[in-house]
Antibody, heavy 118, light 107 residues
Framework: QVQLLESGGGVVQPGRSLRLSCAAS????????MHWVRQPPGAGLEWVAVVSFDGSNTDYADSVKGRFTISRDTSNNTLYLHMNSLRSEDTAVYYC???????????WGQGALVTVSS | AIQMTQSPSSLSASVGDTVTITCRAS??????LGWYQQKPGKAPKVLIYLASNLQDGVPPRFSGSGSGTDFSLTISSLQPEDFATYYC?????????FGQGTKVEIK
């Protein structure tokens, strides 16, 4: 059983940067691709980014490409999302999630709220 | 990017009703589609994967069908705990995309 705990959310001004972390416990994440999914207040889900099990491959939603960077540290079982040039439309709850070998998101964090506002 | 058109955006139903939610992909995605349930303040939970496979522990009143571009989620005999928002997700190619969501409300 995997537990995921996001941290690093908060209020940030437009144009500034923020880093989210997702720490895993209960099992190693080294065999899983890891994703970030976000949800603006009162809105639907948006897939944000993925990093492969070994960190060698990444992909992004068009809305964040060039501004966000996903990475992982397998030595401390942690996933990151580096967010630069933040915009008001990036305001959302950000979830980290593992993608199982059976082709679905199986474990999710509790979510971290990021608010971009002056 | 593949667009996922989900309908309806909301529906009202009674306990015991059968409801169907559909998702249409803008291009073929084989059977690379999942259905997720989300309750307020909670992370989503998978119900169906690979279009028609019921995740362990999910009641059999949930079923999924479709392939290619047209998919559906059917909930038979709605229960009080089924009132939630449902999303489809295409995981065929990146960027992955969710449908807009369907809120199932109590009539």
């Amino acid at each position: 059983q995997v537990q995921l705990l996001e941290s690093g959310g908060g209020v940030v001004q437009p144009g500034r940067s923020l880093r989210l972390s997702c720490a895993a416990s209960g099992s190693s994440l080294s065999a899983h691709a890891m994703h970030w999914v976000r949800q603006p207040p009162g809105a639907g889900l948006e897939w944000v980014a993925v990093v492969s099990f070994d960190g060698s491959n990444t992909d992004y939603a068009d809305s964040v490409k060039g501004r966000f960077t996903i990475s992982r540290d397998t030595s401390n079982n942690t996933l990151y999302l580096h967010m630069n040039s933040l915009r008001s439309e990036d305001t959302a709850v950000y979830y980290c999630a593992t993608y199982s070998s059976s082709y679905f998101f199986d474990y999710w964090g509790q979510g971290a709220l990021v608010t971009v506002s002056s | 990017a593949i667009q996922m058109t989900q309908s309806p955006s909301s529906l009202s139903a009674s306990v015991g009703d059968t409801v169907t939610i559909t998702c249409r992909a803008s291009q073929g995605i084989a059977n690379d589609l999942g259905w997720y349930q989300q309750k307020p303040g909670k992370a989503p939970k998978v119900l169906i994967y690979l279009a028609s496979n019921l995740q362990d522990g999910v009641p059999p009143r949930f079923s999924g069908s479709g392939s290619g571009t047209d998919f559906s989620l059917t909930i038979s005999s709605l229960q009080p705990e089924d009132f939630a928002t449902y999303y489809c997700l295409q995981d065929y190619n990146y960027p992955w995309t969710f449908g807009q969501g369907t809120k199932v409300e109590i009539k």
